[in-house]
């Protein structure tokens, strides 16, 4: 296991009540916690927010953005032990760095990726292509990467990312409902107001018992706190430069979200990991947050 992955795994290295204590007291972060109204908070249209995501994706082209996800076996071990040619699809799959961790660790899975960006998917599928693996079955190989490029918030399609791969194969090959739906920093992205109706889509997208593997930024992460207070566009809710956006989950809203839309909890929790930066001597606090949820059977 690499150092990377063992600071992703262990996810208790400090107490986040103990944390929240501490940057509540800190009147530096205090425009962090004032509340926003409705009038001043800015909800862009997903058109704006995928053209964001576009420019991210072609100017962050040469794959240093790449990440394998190797945790998600650790955190997700239903991932491994599940069955052969068992579904997933990766919401907001972005250059691949989820699915191709998936697709590395289990052989016959099939996994299926959207996203809003059509750069997104294309870097997706040079670096899957370069890989030599596959990110659906051996008889749908010949289309590696759905064009995709609807915006979860607004996908109308019950099967999602999986409805053109499906059309021309046999019936047990790509299609049907999801096994696994797997949201891994993408909720995030999404505006505040428009993340019921993406957790919605998520839910009608998995067979009943089916489970969605969520992991994403969470409150107080040290990412949250280094926006300046011009950068809010909501309560716990923040623009880039970039016109990308980052929100900071707490395990209630996250709750409430996932129960809203039918899920039962199964897992939910903070990941609280220090990492420490040696060229800087300086100790970062991660914080994620950590969740499983099923659809009832
Ligand atoms: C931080 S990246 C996460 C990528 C990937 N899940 C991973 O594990 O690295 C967030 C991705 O969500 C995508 N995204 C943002 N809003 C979206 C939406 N409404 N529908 C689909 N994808 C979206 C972005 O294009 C971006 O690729």
Redesign the pocket.
């Known amino acids: 296991m690499s150092s990377q992955e063992t600071t992703e795994y262990y996810s208790n290295d400090f107490d986040w009540e103990k944390l929240r204590e501490r940057i509540e007291d800190d009147p530096t972060l205090r425009y962090h916690f004032l509340p926003f109204t409705s009038q001043s908070s800015s909800s862009s249209s ?1 058109i704006l ?1 995928s053209q964001s ?1 576009n420019h991210f ?1 072609a100017r962050h082209s040469t794959g240093k953005f790449f ?1 394998e ?1 190797r945790y998600l076996f650790k955190e997700f071990p239903e991932l491994a032990s599940c069955g052969e040619y068992s579904k997933v699809l ?5 250059n691949g ?2 699915a191709i961790s998936i697709l590395r660790c289990k052989e016959n899975i099939l996994v299926f990726a ?4 059509t750069e ?1 998917l294309d870097r997706a599928t040079e670096i899957i292509n370069a890989s030599n693996v596959w990110l659906v079955c051996d008889s749908c190989c010949i289309m590696p990467l759905q064009k995709q490029n609807t ?3 607004d996908f109308e399609n019950s099967e999602g990312g999986s409805s053109d791969i499906t059309s021309s194969k046999k019936s047990e090959c790509c299609i049907g409902p999801m096994d696994f739906v797997t949201l ?3 909720l995030s ?2 505006p505040l107001d428009r993340m019921s109706t ?1 957790v919605a889509e998520c839910f009608s997208v998995l067979k009943p018992g089916g489970l969605l593997f969520f992991r994403d930024y969470g409150l107080y992460d040290m990412t949250m706190l280094r926006f300046e207070a011009d950068q809010r566009v909501g309560f716990r809710e923040y623009k880039r430069s970039d016109g990308t956006r980052s929100y900071f989950f707490s395990l209630d809203i996250a709750r409430d979200l996932f129960l809203a839309a039918g899920f039962i909890e199964v897992e939910l929790v903070y990941c609280c990991v220090k990492s420490v930066n040696r060229r800087k001597q300086k100790t970062m606090h991660r914080v994620w947050i950590h969740g499983k949820f099923q659809k009832p059977m």
């Open positions: 997903s927010d995501w994706h990440k996800r990766e919401v907001g799959c972005g760095s989820t959207c996203d809003c960006s997104a915006p979860i918030s891994i920093f993408t992205a999404v993406a």
